[in-house]
Nanobody, 119 residues
Framework: QVQLVESGGGLVQPGGSLRLSCAAS????????MSWYRQAPGKERDLVAF????????HYTDSVKGRFTISRDNTKNTVYLQMNSLKPEDTAVYYC????????????WGQGTQVTVSS
């Protein structure tokens, strides 16, 4: 049974930090590209950060560059999103995604964790 379980969300003041975690099980984590997406109320779900299976390629959406850091620990089957200098516009539900292309392709999603940046 595939599971992606996000944690670490919450309420934080502008300028604060949060660290999101996504614990994976039920598939070969080290073979999956991992991403964080977010969806604000009334908006589409957008990519925030992406890392390849080995972590050799990392991509960030422009609005979070220099503030957010994605990392993965293949020994713990976990991907992280360190979020610093948070802004009110970062408020959203954050989702973890696991994807593999090719013959054994898959596309899995977590249930999401709420991040609210407000004073």
């Amino acid at each position: 049974q595939v599971q992606l379980v996000e944690s670490g969300g919450g309420l934080v003041q502008p300028g604060g930090s949060l660290r999101l975690s996504c614990a994976a099980s039920g598939f070969t984590f080290s073979s999956a590209a991992m991403s964080w997406y977010r969806q604000a109320p009334g908006k589409e779900r957008d990519l925030v950060a992406f890392t390849t299976a080995t972590g050799s390629i990392i991509h960030y959406t422009d609005s979070v560059k220099g503030r957010f850091t994605i990392s993965r620990d293949n020994t713990k089957n976990t991907v992280y999103l360190q979020m610093n200098s948070l802004k009110p516009e970062d408020t959203a539900v954050y989702y973890c995604n696991a994807k593999r292309s090719g013959a054994n392709r898959y596309d899995y999603w977590g249930q999401g964790t709420q991040v609210t940046v407000s004073s």
